[in-house]
Nanobody, 126 residues
Framework: EVQLVESGGGLVQAGGSLRLSCTAS????????MGWFRQAPGKEREGVSC????????YYADSVKGRFTISRDNAKNTLYLQMNSLKPEDTAMYYC???????????????????WGQGTQVTVSS
């Protein structure tokens, strides 16, 4: 059974930082591209970032470029999202997802991913 478990969310003041982690099991981690998505109440799910299987290719939503950094440790089956300069509009449930193509689709933010985690809440206060 494939499991993706996110952690690291919490409450932080605007301008602060958080580091999210996503630990995967039940799959060959380095066969998969990995993504971070978020969804705020009343809003559609938004693609935040995507990383290819090797970690050499990364993609970001315009709204987080320059503030967020995606990375992965294939030896630890773990995906990360370093979030700096957080803003109240970053408040959302954050989900990690795995895609067995191995690389990020050109339209990764709207393409289907195969497996999803349960999410971790990030709340940024003003």
């Amino acid at each position: 059974e494939v499991q993706l478990v996110e952690s690291g969310g919490g409450l932080v003041q605007a301008g602060g930082s958080l580091r999210l982690s996503c630990t995967a099991s039940g799959l060959t981690f380095d066969d998969y591209a990995m993504g971070w998505f978020r969804q705020a109440p009343g809003k559609e799910r938004e693609g935040v970032s995507c990383i290819g299987w090797s970690g050499s290719s990364t993609y970001y939503a315009d709204s987080v470029k320059g503030r967020f950094t995606i990375s992965r440790d294939n030896a630890k089956n773990t995906l990360y999202l370093q979030m700096n300069s957080l803003k109240p509009e970053d408040t959302a449930m954050y989900y990690c997802a795995a895609e067995d193509r191995g690389y990020c689709h050109i339209r990764w933010a709207s393409s289907p991913f195969d497996y999803w985690g349960q999410g971790t809440q990030v709340t940024v206060s003003s």
